[in-house]
């Protein structure tokens, strides 16, 4: 089975290509890494996500109104990095620099470093926060109690 992360190898590879497309690669794939990994670490949180265009929406806000700053700053850099993902994969006439996408790769490993080394202890104050945030500020509740 593959995982979120795996895109990530991809990206790194290919931001070391010599053409733009390998770059518009790495951009795209570093964000479905970066998204895979959030996906992941909320359904382990006993969050269900939805699928599909409302997937996106829904991993930013929660990380970034999980009362943890690490995760914030993550949650803020997802969202960025999906209209980097967008104009990568669909502005083709505008050119993108190696750089750009070595700096959104390098932004993808952020977002996965920063879930990846979460304790135990802020993953529950984290849950609390984002069910605190559904319940007053959304007005629904998406968590199950069925972490992994």
């Known amino acids: 089975m ?11 590879r290919s931001v070391t290509g010599v053409l733009e497309a390998d770059w518009r690669t790495a951009v795209s794939r570093g964000y479905y890494a970066a998204f ?30 999980g009362g943890h700053v690490g995760l914030a700053l993550a949650g803020s850099r997802l969202n960025q990095l999906r209209g980097e993902r967008n104009q990568a994969d669909y502005d083709i ?5 190696r750089d750009d996408a070595a700096a959104a790769v ?30 007053d500020v959304l007005r629904e509740s998406t968590w199950r109690n069925r972490p992994r």
């Open 106 to 135: 390098k932004s993808a490993a952020m977002i996965i470093d920063t879930l990846h080394g979460l304790t135990a202890d802020e993953r529950r104050l984290i849950t609390d926060a984002i069910k605190t945030y559904e319940r």
């Open 93 to 97: 006439h505008r050119d993108l620099a």
């Open 36 to 65: 895979h990994e959030a996906r992941d670490f909320l359904i382990a949180l006993g969050f269900q996500t939805p699928r599909a265009d409302a997937a996106h929406a829904f991993l930013w806000r929660r990380l970034q109104n």
């Open 2 to 12: 593959i995982r979120g992360e795996d895109f990530l190898k991809i990206a790194e």
